[in-house]
C-alpha cells in the first residue's frame, strides 16, 4: 500500500499529478479541494458557509477541514493507498493528521509565485460537467467551450488576482512551516514544478522508486 501527501501552492500542479499518480498505481485521489466544491454543487448545510470563505480568499477553519477529511478518510476505499491533495494546510491540521495517519512520503512541488499567479489566471472549469482547462497547458479546441459536453467555460469565483495573492501568502505563512513537521520523520522531498507535466510526474516516481512507463524507463 503507497500512502502519500502531496504539497504545493494553489495552481503549483499537485492535483494533476495526484491524479496520475493515482490512475498509473490504483490510487485513490482524495482532494480536499474538491470535496468542498462538490459539497457547494450538491448544496449541503456546510456548502453556504465554505463557499463564502472560500470566495473570500480565506482557508476554510480546522474544524471543519479535519471533520471532512477524517469522514473521507473513514470510508477506506483505499485499497491501495491514497494521494492526499489539499491537506494539511497548517501546523495544527498536520499534528491531527501525524497523530491519525501513518504516510510513506511528502511530496512538495515548487513554483516560482509569479509562474502561479499565471497558471491560476488561465484556468477555465465547464459549467456543465466541471472538467477543468488551462488556457496556457489545456485549451479547448473550441474557444470557451467544453471538449467533452460543449458546456460553457468559465473562471472560478475565487481566481482573481487579489485572491490569489492572499492564498499564495497564506500557504507561505501558514503551510510551508508544517515542512518541518514532516521532514523530523524523514518523510518529504522537493520537486521542481516548473516543468513539463511528464517531467515532473516522472521525477516524482523516481523519487517514490515506483515504475516507469515503458517509454521513460
Given at each position: 500500500?503507497?500512502?502519500?501527501v502531496?504539497?504545493?501552492?494553489?495552481?503549483?500542479?499537485?492535483?494533476?499529478?495526484?491524479?496520475?499518480l493515482?490512475?498509473?498505481?490504483?490510487?485513490?485521489?482524495?482532494?480536499?479541494?474538491?470535496?468542498?466544491?462538490?459539497?457547494?454543487?450538491?448544496?449541503?448545510?456546510?456548502?453556504?458557509?465554505?463557499?463564502?470563505?472560500?470566495?473570500?480568499?480565506?482557508?476554510?477553519?480546522?474544524?471543519?477541514?479535519?471533520?471532512?477529511?477524517?469522514?473521507?478518510?473513514?470510508?477506506?476505499?483505499?485499497?491501495?493507498?491514497?494521494?492526499?491533495?489539499?491537506?494539511?494546510?497548517?501546523?495544527?491540521?498536520?499534528?491531527?493528521?501525524?497523530?491519525?495517519?501513518?504516510?510513506?512520503?511528502?511530496?512538495?512541488?515548487?513554483?516560482?509565485?509569479?509562474?502561479?499567479?499565471?497558471?491560476?489566471?488561465?484556468?477555465?472549469?465547464?459549467?456543465?460537467?466541471?472538467?477543468?482547462?488551462?488556457?496556457?497547458?489545456?485549451?479547448?479546441?473550441?474557444?470557451?467551450?467544453?471538449?467533452?459536453?460543449?458546456?460553457?467555460?468559465?473562471?472560478?469565483?475565487?481566481?482573481?488576482?487579489?485572491?490569489?495573492?492572499?492564498?499564495?501568502?497564506?500557504?507561505?505563512?501558514?503551510?510551508?512551516?508544517?515542512?518541518?513537521?514532516?521532514?523530523?520523520?524523514?518523510l518529504?522531498?522537493?520537486?521542481?514544478?516548473?516543468?513539463?507535466?511528464?517531467?515532473?510526474?516522472?521525477?516524482?516516481?523516481?523519487?517514490?522508486?515506483?515504475?516507469?512507463?515503458a517509454?521513460?524507463?
Open positions: 500500500m503507497h500512502k502519500y502531496i504539497i504545493g501552492v494553489q495552481g503549483c500542479g499537485k492535483g494533476t499529478q495526484a491524479n496520475l493515482a490512475e498509473r498505481f490504483n490510487l485513490t485521489h482524495i482532494s480536499v479541494g474538491d470535496i468542498f466544491r462538490s459539497n457547494i454543487q450538491r448544496h449541503t448545510k456546510l456548502a453556504a458557509r465554505i463557499k463564502r470563505i472560500m470566495d473570500a480568499g480565506h482557508l476554510v477553519p480546522d474544524e471543519i477541514v479535519d471533520e471532512v477529511v477524517r469522514k473521507r478518510m473513514d470510508e477506506h476505499d483505499w485499497n491501495y493507498g491514497f494521494v492526499l491533495d489539499g491537506f494539511p494546510r497548517n501546523r495544527a491540521q498536520t499534528e491531527f493528521f501525524l497523530e491519525s495517519y501513518d504516510i510513506d512520503a511528502v511530496i512538495r512541488i515548487l513554483v516560482p509565485d509569479e509562474v502561479v499567479i499565471q497558471r491560476v489566471l488561465a484556468r477555465r472549469l465547464c459549467g456543465s460537467c466541471g472538467i477543468d482547462y488551462n488556457l496556457m497547458h489545456h485549451r479547448p479546441a473550441q474557444p470557451d467551450r467544453c471538449d467533452v459536453c460543449g458546456g460553457e467555460l468559465v473562471s472560478r469565483a475565487d481566481d482573481v488576482e487579489e485572491t490569489i495573492c492572499k492564498r499564495i501568502a497564506d500557504y507561505h505563512t501558514h503551510t510551508e512551516p508544517v515542512i518541518d513537521l514532516f521532514r523530523r520523520k524523514e518529504v522531498f522537493d520537486v521542481d514544478g516548473d516543468r513539463p507535466i511528464p517531467d515532473v510526474q516522472n521525477e516524482i516516481r523516481r523519487r517514490l522508486a515506483l515504475p516507469l512507463d517509454a521513460e524507463a
